[in-house]
């Protein structure tokens, strides 16, 4: 029966076509994906074999197929939620909300999902296990993957292995590229508060400018990639934010600061924390001033799976042929929210190329000018497809 998949895709893509360019014109923020959850439920809920759940944080959708058969598991997520950016891509379906755009593909990667669903609702009987469809709001914020793990969303039914893709529009359509281990860093945020004493900006002796002690603790944290990190080892320090003085004749009492840290393994992040708060505190204390730190424990590391690795890889290979298929050798120093189901099951994202074939550059991700092309659908449905057909062993 899969060898129907493509079959059953074609007859679909003009509604899903219509789907994704309905969410890109009424994109929301994370934590307020309503209009968002509502479609996709009600799109769902016209689907046989397919149970849809109660939200577990609010916006999300998490829908099972085959619920009350026994089995395995397998978990396929996206991302749903949009950017605040104003759009510039001038389609005739761009953002209706000001400020507000689907910059990073989370459209079409809920498309692709739904679409799946749609595909996999008619090949259930087929299929000897559950397949569980997660719809995750605020990948952009503040991690939701990780409160829908808290929440349980592996659970009940306890989910054997998730997978996950992105758009990637450095990549022409109909490749997939992937990392056999580590995708994606881990991540410190952190915040400073440089402590002086404000005065007159004529008489600076009578001061302790926290400006000043400011700059000097930017230019010392360049120092902790360069001389405190393995040279075979990543990671990055990055101030991005700096805020500080009302007015250009005062010194003023205070400076406040913000940035990330990011690197690959546990061990550096526990030297870099270490470093950094010696670091800083010491910085300012040599101006005669005082530093408050605060660093949060970010987005851990993802590390796909071996296992679910050789599935995607599968995959590729029988769908496109091996020359559509690239292996990432380097991991993105950015982070993933996919990170959290990763840390709890086994688990694989890849990257789904989007350029159209006759461009030979693509606008990118968190670009103004970023649209999902819809010519990947039918390759990202392809591929969850035929990844569900290996997790089960379904042979046609």
Not at 30 to 42: D, P
Not at 58 to 75: E, H, I, S, W
Not at 87 to 104: D, F, I, K, L, R
Not at 246 to 264: C, F, H, K, Q
Request: contains cysteine.
């Amino acid at each position: 029966m899969f060898n129907r998949i493509a079959s059953l895709i074609e007859p679909i893509l003009p509604e899903l076509t219509a789907f994704r360019r309905d969410l890109h014109s009424h994109p929301e923020l994370s934590r307020r994906e309503h209009r968002t959850s509502e479609k996709i439920r009600a799109a769902l809920a016209k689907l046989p074999n397919l149970e849809v759940l109660p939200a577990l944080t609010g916006t999300d959708v998490v829908a099972v197929l085959n619920a009350d058969k026994p089995g395995r598991c397998l978990g396929i997520r996206a991302d749903i939620d949009a950017l605040p950016i104003q759009e510039q891509t001038g389609v005739e379906y761009q953002s209706t909300v000001p400020g507000v755009m689907h910059a990073c593909g989370h459209d079409g990667h809920t498309t692709v999902l739904l679409g799946t669903a749609m595909v996999l609702s008619k090949l259930a009987d087929a299929i000897p296990g559950k397949v569980k469809f997660v719809f995750q709001p605020d990948e952009e914020d503040e991690g939701g993957g990780r409160r829908l793990c808290e929440h349980g969303v592996l659970e009940s039914p306890k989910v054997d292995g998730i997978v996950a893709l992105h758009a990637w529009p450095g990549q022409p359509v109909g490749t997939i590229s992937f990392s056999r281990s580590t995708v994606t860093a881990a991540s410190s945020p952190f915040a400073i508060k440089v402590l002086g004493v404000g005065g007159h900006g004529a008489y600076p002796h009578r001061s302790v400018d926290p400006i000043v002690i400011s700059a000097h603790i930017i230019t010392a944290l360049q120092t902790l990639v360069s001389r405190v990190v393995d040279p075979r080892d990543a990671a990055v320090v990055s101030v991005g934010q700096i805020r500080a003085g009302s007015a250009d004749n005062v010194i003023p009492p205070e400076a406040e600061m913000a940035g990330t840290m990011r690197y690959l393994l546990p061990a550096t992040g526990e030297k870099l924390h270490e470093c950094f708060r010696r670091l800083v505190e010491q910085t300012a204390a040599a101006h005669g001033g005082r530093a408050e730190i605060r660093i949060q424990q970010g987005y851990p590391p993802l590390i796909n799976n071996a296992a679910m690795v050789a599935l995607i890889e599968g995959a590729v290979c029988d769908l496109f042929g091996q020359d559509h298929m690239v292996i990432e050798d380097m991991p993105s120093m950015g982070v993933e929210d996919f990170a959290y189901y990763a840390e709890r099951v086994p688990a694989a994202m890849f990257r789904m190329g989007i350029r159209p074939a006759h461009l030979g550059d693509y606008p990118h991700l968190h670009n103004p000018g970023f649209n999902f092309n819809d010519e990947a659908l039918p390759v990202g449905i392809r591929m969850f497809c035929e990844i569900v057909r290996r997790f089960f062993n379904v042979t046609d």
